[in-house]
T-cell receptor
Framework: GNSVTQMEGPVTLSEEAFLTINCTYTATGYPSLFWYVQYPGEGLQLLLKATKADDKGSNKGFEATYRKETTSFHLEKGSVQVSDSAVYFCALSGGAQKLVFGQGTRLTINP | EAGVTQFPSHSVIEKGQTVTLRCDPISGHDNLYWYRRVMGKEIKFLLHFVKESKQDESGMPNNRFLAERTGGTYSTLKVQPAELEDSGVYFC?????????????FGPGTRLTVL
């Protein structure tokens, strides 16, 4: 079945550092890929998505590129801020529409 | 436009009791999903409604869980009787389309604690 493997956390960085959170997937067909974020005390919010190979999703300075050859969708940001502290979830959606999530990565940014 | 809302935000019950969670999707969204995250593990799918019909309930853990969506608007998820392992955060999401590319919009979740 479909599955998502996400970089284990927690991850702690200093402000303005470069961020990468790795995400790889296993799926049949051509899934859509998503990054969701959960800020403290809030629900899940869509951060970005990509629906076909080589698509790049971007939002709030975050980017991720759908790499079919490596079955990856790594999340990157060039310069993180304290306000980026949150839990990040990689997810995929295949033919059945339901989302399959990775285990989540807790990110803490120190000033 | 109002987002997905869930009630209650937090529920603490004794083992063996019954709890009912409610989800109000975004207006006009025919698709409604329930997920849960147990003990810091990954978020897992429970079921999917299209309007009032259950499209996919493959993730429902057992027959102690009953989901309904009468009239195709809000949905309820009842756990009866609750067990300790049911503790976790229950998320509801809704989407306009039934395609893998469509974005699912999540509610804030209901944190269920079974003592």
């Amino acid at each position: 079945g479909n599955s998502v493997t996400q970089m284990e956390g927690p991850v702690t960085l200093s402000e303005e550092a470069f961020l990468t959170i790795n995400c790889t997937y296993t799926a049949t067909g051509y899934p859509s890929l998503f990054w969701y974020v959960q800020y403290p005390g809030e629900g899940l919010q869509l951060l970005l998505k990509a629906t076909k190979a080589d698509d790049k999703g971007s939002n709030k300075g975050f980017e991720a590129t759908y790499r079919k050859e490596t079955t990856s969708f790594h999340l990157e940001k060039g310069s993180v801020q304290v306000s980026d502290s949150a839990v990040y979830f990689c997810a995929l959606s295949g033919g059945a529409q339901k989302l399959v999530f990775g285990q989540g990565t807790r990110l803490t940014i120190n000033p | 436009e109002a987002g997905v809302t869930q009630f209650p935000s937090h529920s603490v019950i004794e083992k063996g009791q019954t709890v009912t969670l409610r989800c109000d999707p975004i207006s006009g969204h025919d698709n409604l999903y329930w997920y849960r995250r147990v003990m810091g593990k990954e978020i897992k799918f429970l079921l999917h409604f299209v309007k009032e019909s259950k499209q996919d309930e493959s993730g429902m853990p057992n027959n102690r869980f009953l989901a309904e969506r009468t009239g195709g608007t809000y949905s309820t998820l009842k756990v009866q009787p609750a067990e300790l392992e049911d503790s976790g955060v229950y998320f509801c999401a809704s989407s306009q389309q039934s395609t893998s590319t469509d974005t699912q919009y999540f509610g804030p979740g209901t944190r269920l604690t079974v003592l």
